[in-house]
């Protein structure tokens, strides 16, 4: 005889159990309650046994769907008793617990010293002067968007709610963050699922983002409608106008929502079916090379009423924005800003490919953009903003030194409302009612409470770069420049950052660069196509 299998001891238990408490339990309420309760998981056990998706449960039923509510809990696991307050994945709990406490209007300060590695390879920070300026208002900190041809400037802050659709994010998470950027000043990207009356309700200040399904501006066939365009755009709360290339999350693919997050409520506002997931096209059928694309940005302007029209971007082949810049150049169209999306953002849901191994992170991008605009000699009508993995002070002043003149924080506005990175934004079952359309969940998030949040970390978290930006001496975080910040590269080696990154000068590019990597990259490029030319 073979030996019995204690693999199946909490089975055989079960069933034993139920024998007995059925015997008893005629005459006992509580034998009844456990015959009840052992029955039906001895049912479970059987149907463990006989079903034919799961190994582990056949050969371990009942007690095998341990494995499966343990890994299902596995992220809060890791999040609270074994990662490490530096390891980042995707943000430390240093980084998050920093923008908790700024949102809440708890002290933020540290004791008894840093608790980074100073001397540890890749430590970054910023010089300070032995003669601090005084600080800047936090309040005052915006800058002017719109070029020659804007006909309605809007002065923006320095720090923006970033792009964040109405059905990646609740309708409260919406209220939530409009009331904050009304109250705060700021601005609130809608992401590319089109306004949505909660985008409205509050007044806040809007960037509406235009991707590829042109979703609140579409006709039947998903295409570009301007009539449509026209009604959304001339709307206040409107300030500016963003075309959505790429993003970081999953640059070179639309966006995805699954149709588990789509309402009616979300169909309307987008123009799209019930009962399938909603992707829009990798690219835009507005354009089909830069030139278009420049006149695309012209129409848009026309049809806003002169408000500052962009485009958004992970940079990918560096060629295509030397022929972004040559369009520019060409038909004499600039876009009033373009914000550079790094690859390491993304509160989306995406492809694991496209998370970690497509695009390039802002840094990298970034400068490649800045030197393209700058080298072409158009940065005093453009201006270039920032997003990815942005949520404290230095942030900014990196990014700032690095050639932006905002950024945009998503995640670091999702940590406001309370996301506890459980990393289930696209199963519709977020536990702090962010990314959510459960109504039953997204109602535990209480407007009032977390706009106020919202407004105190933006407040504290620029309040945090004017402090930065006065201990380094500099009277506007404008003055921020690569020689102010400092990387290890070694135990025994520091550099600034202006001997890490190359930096054109302004019209060197057209004029003729030394550089001969951006050299080449500018011969590549042509005005008419994305494609490259041989260098």
Same mark, same amino acid.
């Given at each position: ?19 007995? @408490? ?10 009844? @309650? ?10 479970? $056990? ?8 799961? +190994? ?30 530096? =390891? ?32 540890? =390879? $890749? ?47 609740? *309708? ?30 509050? $007044? ?48 070179? %693919? ?12 979300? @169909? ?80 989306? *849901? ?28 158009? %940065? ?23 050639? +932006? ?66 201990? *380094? ?63």
């Amino acid at each position: 005889m073979r030996p019995y299998p204690f693999r199946l001891l909490p089975f055989s238990t079960c069933l034993a159990g139920f024998a007995v @408490a059925a015997w008893h339990a005629s005459g006992d309420p509580l034998a009844a @309650a456990a015959a009840v309760s052992l029955g039906g998981l001895s049912a479970l $056990g059987i149907r463990d046994m006989v079903q034919g998706r799961h +190994a582990v449960l056949r050969n371990y039923p009942v007690v095998g769907h341990l494995r499966y509510l343990l890994e299902s809990i596995r992220p809060e696991i890791q999040q609270y008793f074994i990662e490490s307050d530096n =390891e980042q994945v995707p943000f430390s709990r240093t980084q998050r617990s920093l923008v908790y406490a700024r949102a809440k209007q708890e002290p933020a300060d540290r004791p008894f010293g840093t608790l980074t590695d100073v001397y540890g =390879e $890749g430590h970054e920070f910023i010089g300070h002067s032995i003669a601090p300026a005084k600080k800047q208002v936090a309040a005052d900190m915006r800058v002017r968007i719109g070029g020659p041809d804007c006909q309605r400037p809007y002065s923006a802050s320095v720090m923006n709610v970033s792009a964040m659709s109405f059905g990646s994010l609740s *309708a409260n998470a919406i209220r939530a963050l409009n009331k904050g950027a009304w109250r705060g000043g700021f601005a609130h990207d809608t992401g590319e699922g089109a306004i949505s009356p909660y985008h409205l309700e509050f $007044g806040g200040d809007l960037i509406w983002e235009i991707g590829s399904g042109y979703f609140g501006c579409r006709d039947e066939g998903g295409r570009f409608n301007p009539q449509r365009f026209r009604h959304n755009a001339t709307q206040l709360p409107v300030k500016m106008i963003e075309i959505k290339l790429s993003q970081g999350a999953k640059p070179g %693919k639309g966006g995805i929502l699954p149709k588990e997050k789509i309402t009616p409520e979300i @169909a309307e506002t987008r123009g799209i079916p019930m009962g399938q997931d909603c992707i829009s096209p990798a690219s835009h059928s507005a354009f089909s090379n830069p030139i278009e694309m420049m006149e695309f940005i012209r129409t848009l302007r026309e049809l806003s009423g002169g408000k500052p029209v962009g485009f958004k971007m992970c940079v990918g082949h560096p060629w295509e924005v030397m022929a972004l810049v040559k369009a520019m150049l060409e038909t004499g169209v600039t876009p009033d800003f373009v914000v550079v999306d790094g690859s390491e953002g993304g509160t989306g *849901a995406a492809p694991v490919e496209f998370t970690d191994a497509v695009g390039q992170p802002l840094r990298n991008g970034l400068v490649l953009m800045r030197n393209a605009i700058v080298g072409a000699g158009l %940065k005093d009508r453009i201006r270039i903003g920032a997003s990815g993995k942005i949520v404290s002070g230095f942030d900014i002043a990196r990014a700032m030194a690095l050639g +932006a003149d905002t950024v945009n924080s998503a995640r670091g506005f999702m940590f406001a409302l309370g996301c506890i990175q459980a990393q289930s934004c696209h199963t519709n079952r977020c536990p702090t009612g962010v990314a959510t359309q459960d109504l039953a969940r997204q109602n535990a998030l209480v407007v009032p409470d977390k706009a106020e949040r919202v407004y105190n970390f933006h407040k504290n978290t620029v309040s945090a770069l004017a402090d930065i930006v006065a201990a *380094a001496g500099l009277s506007s975080p404008s003055e921020l420049r690569p020689h102010h910040l400092f990387k290890r590269v070694s135990p025994h080696e520091v550099v600034p950052f202006d001997s890490l990154y190359p930096f054109l000068e302004d019209g060197e590019l057209v004029e003729g660069t030394s550089n001969e990597t951006y050299a080449r990259l500018w011969r590549m490029a042509r005005a008419d196509s994305f494609s490259a030319t041989a260098a």
